[in-house]
């Protein structure tokens, strides 16, 4: 939807937190650290390693969005895939040495396959748009300008650190 006062799209996706497959990604990530809470100790490494990749998937996928050139974004969406293919070769393992239920690992992994589906069409799109225009980001996200306050604390502290 287009609002004519100002041509922008409504439905614009101007931070990552808009985007359908980081939502699903960052949703399967909680899932994880739910679901493998009660793995047994002596697998503990398993379920740190599984909480890792699962989180990388998201914080790459941040880092990508925010990145100045397209084929930045296009490396950090490939480092998503591979995060998330860890991912679930950490779930199945899990289940195969049966430290994770079958059911909690099928649970986990479909949804990821979707996710990766998603993602698979997102990285066609980039690529598509970097042979065409190039490695530059046409209409990059930036972020508004914040404002930072500091306290005033903390400025008298750090003047009278200053000498003369």
């Avoid at 393992?93 to 993602?119: F, H």
Wanted: proline share 3%; charged share 25%.
């Amino acid at each position: 939807m287009v609002d004519e006062g100002n041509m922008e799209s409504k439905n614009a996706i101007t931070r990552v937190e808009d985007m359908p497959v980081y939502v699903r990604l960052y949703e399967l990530a909680i899932r994880i650290a739910r679901l493998t809470r009660d793995i047994p100790k002596d697998f503990t490494w398993l379920r740190i390693q599984s909480l890792r990749s699962s989180e990388s998937v998201i914080a790459n996928m941040a880092e990508g969005f925010y990145s100045q050139y397209s084929t930045e974004y296009l490396q950090c969406l490939y480092r998503c895939r591979r995060e998330a293919r860890e991912t679930m070769t950490h779930l199945k393992y899990g289940s195969d040495v049966e430290a994770l239920p079958l059911a909690t690992v099928n649970a986990l992994v479909e949804p990821y396959e979707a996710a990766l589906e998603e993602l698979a069409k997102l990285i066609a799109s980039i690529e598509r748009k970097v042979r065409m225009h190039g490695k530059s980001k046409p209409g990059a996200v930036r972020e508004d300008t914040a404002q930072y306050e500091v306290a005033s604390s903390i400025i008298n502290h750090s003047s009278s650190l200053i000498t003369h």
